[in-house]
């Protein structure tokens, strides 16, 4: 099974930092990653796939990028409506496992 | 629009057997894989499994021994049984749509609003 970690666990920010999450796989996997952001009480929202494919309807602050088996999270610019937890999960093989998750929280 | 509709099962006792529906509202019921995916307490997301519309699975080797899945193509619904419930699979279970782009793997684009496992004696 592909184990995904992601880093860090936990990060504090400000509205209008710029932050990046990572998350790296245990095995080559190319660009067989997806992220979503999810909030208390709610489920999952499909942000990136393919590790650098915005889905529609989501805004152009959020980016995906790789490299090699490491994959990057950047929200260019925080609003407050993006405070909230986030978990990449790779498609690359099953079980289609996700990271321990990163919350992300005002300072 | 999607929009995926699940039940909460209610509370239920050790050794029981959960079971969970989803039905598919809006969209099409083909050319998808649709997946279960639960969330205990303070842990990570974890993929139960899928299966797609003429009822082809994949379980999570952890799970399978006691996970079926089955699919109601006239309801456009899908169904997820888990025997032999410990309290370890207390949480939140979600139906998701799985997308396959043919060329970075697969997502999940629309989720169920989730439904609440209670286990206890």
């Known amino acids: 099974d592909i184990q995904m970690t992601q880093s860090p666990s936990s990060l504090s920010a400000s509205v209008g930092d710029r932050v990046t999450i990572t998350c790296r796989a245990s095995?080559?996997?190319?660009?067989?990653l997806n992220w979503y952001q999810k909030k208390a009480g709610k489920a999952p929202k499909l942000l990136i796939y393919g590790a650098s494919s915005l889905q529609s309807g989501v805004p152009s602050r959020f980016s995906g990028s790789r490299s090699g088996t490491d994959f990057t999270l950047t929200i260019s610019s925080l609003q407050p409506e993006d405070f909230a937890t986030y978990y990449c999960q790779q498609s690359y093989s099953a079980p289609h496992s996700f990271g321990q998750g990163t919350k992300l929280e005002i300072k | 629009q999607v929009h995926l509709q699940q039940w909460d099962p209610g509370l239920l006792k050790p050794s029981e057997t959960l079971s969970l529906t989803c039905a598919v509202n809006g969209g099409s019921f083909s050319s998808y894989y649709w997946s279960w995916i639960r969330q205990p307490p303070g842990k990570r997301l974890e993929w139960i499994g899928e299966?797609?519309?003429?009822?082809?699975?994949n379980y999570n080797p952890s799970l399978k021994s006691r996970v079926t899945m089955s699919v109601d193509r006239s309801k456009k619904q899908v169904s997820l049984r888990l025997s032999s419930v410990t309290a370890a699979d207390a949480g939140v279970y979600y139906c998701a749509r799985g997308v396959n782009t043919g060329y970075v793997g697969s997502f999940f684009d629309y989720w169920g609003q989730g439904a609440l496992v209670a286990v206890s004696s």
């Open positions: 095995q080559n996997m190319n660009s067989y």
């Open positions: 299966i797609n519309e003429g009822g082809s699975t």
